[in-house]
């Protein structure tokens, strides 16, 4: 399992006047399983990307823990993290910003299988095509291309066939096809389920777009974030069909339908405002009080913690609403 336990990531920020501690990530508990999807959904600036991240080894949170199959990351006096953070491999959203530019297709896939001594340098060759064959390009059309001379989508490929020369037991696919044609978009996510469930990969995926994120978690969990915090957690058909928090009630709303017969229904909610505070200066009290439609009284006073819906165990919320619909029955 790879799992975060109450992370907190701050930054320092230069102004003017001297600097201050940013937190973009606030006490985050998630976790993921071997063959399963968690998706992580929120707008920019929201803390995916950075807790994305933190999961896939690559920046230290400030407080709290990751551990990947019951190792601690970010421990310093065991190096074997290091080596187990190989497990977790991160795919970024810009395929061409992760590509060697001077590198062909080629050299890009046997890198990582000479230093981390995947195969046999004799075997590195076959390998190459195998990873290539296995993320549906054909070898011996892209292997010594260079990235300018690739598609979208074939880059993006190439990137998760880089990825999955390590062995990865858990991959983080930061917003992965966003830069991939639309009409090969649909199929790069098939290959990204069909990948992870023979590979016994868990997945983290991390999107804004709630329509993307219900196609991949279909079966599995989401974490919807806002401003640094996990506001509303569960299974993606719970969170989908019956969202409590208001946060993920806008976020649904703005999903078109589909086509007719959608079985995907909601009543549109839409924020009070559409300036997100910056996380300089949040509010007093519930962070999305200054957009929340249904703010009331009490959400300036303190923050409202992520809590269990009643009679839905795995379901859980941040938001005073559910303390008076609690005590209204
Ligand atoms: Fe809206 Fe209040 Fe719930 Fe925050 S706590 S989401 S302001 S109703």
Redo the contacts with the bound molecule.
């Keep these: 399992m790879l799992a975060c336990n109450d992370v907190v990531k701050q930054f320092a920020i230069r102004r003017t006047w001297g600097s201050r501690q940013v937190t973009v990530v606030n006490r985050v508990s998630v976790s993921v399983e071997a063959s399963h999807v968690l998706c992580i959904v929120g707008e920019s600036g929201c803390g995916k990307t950075t807790l994305g991240k933190v999961l896939a080894g690559l920046l230290a949170p400030t407080l709290g823990s990751v551990t990947v199959d019951g190792t601690l990351l970010y421990h310093p006096g065991n190096k074997a993290w290091e080596r187990e953070a190989l497990k977790i491999q991160l795919i970024h959203q810009d395929p061409f910003s992760t590509l060697n530019p001077v590198h062909t297709v080629r050299e890009e896939l046997s890198l990582p299988l000479l230093h981390h001594q995947i195969v046999p340098k004799s075997l590195v060759g076959e390998e190459c095509e195998h990873l290539l064959t296995r993320t549906g390009l054909d070898p011996k059309v892209v292997i010594d291309k260079y990235p300018h001379e690739l598609s979208g989508g074939q880059r993006q490929r190439v990137v998760l066939a880089r990825a999955l020369s390590v062995r990865p037991r858990y991959i983080v696919a930061d917003e992965a096809v966003s830069m991939v044609d639309v009409s090969s978009r649909l199929i790069m996510l098939d290959l990204f389920l069909e990948i992870a469930q023979k590979e016994r990969i868990g997945l983290v995926f991390i999107t804004h777009d709630f329509g993307l994120a219900r196609y991949v978690a279909l079966e599995g969990t989401i974490a919807v974030m806002y401003l640094g915090r996990v506001?509303e957690f569960g299974g993606t058909e719970t969170v989908i069909h019956q969202p409590r928090?208001?946060?993920t009630k806008v976020l649904l709303s703005s999903i078109p339908p589909l086509q007719a017969g959608d079985d995907f229904k909601i009543d549109k909610v839409y924020p009070r405002s559409f300036d997100v505070p910056s996380l300089e200066l949040l509010p007093p009290?519930?962070?999305?009080?200054p957009r929340?439609?249904?703010?009331?009284d009490?959400?300036q006073s303190a923050l409202?913690v992520l809590s269990t819906v009643v009679h839905e165990p795995g379901h859980q919320v941040?938001?005073?609403?559910?303390d008076e619909e609690t005590a209204v029955v």
Excluded: I, M
């Excluded at 929340?292 to 009331?296: Q, R, T, V």
């Excluded at 941040?318 to 559910?322: G, N, R, S």
């Design positions: 506001v928090h208001p946060y009290g519930c962070v999305f009080e929340c439609p249904y703010a009331f009490r959400c409202p941040a938001c005073y609403l559910e």
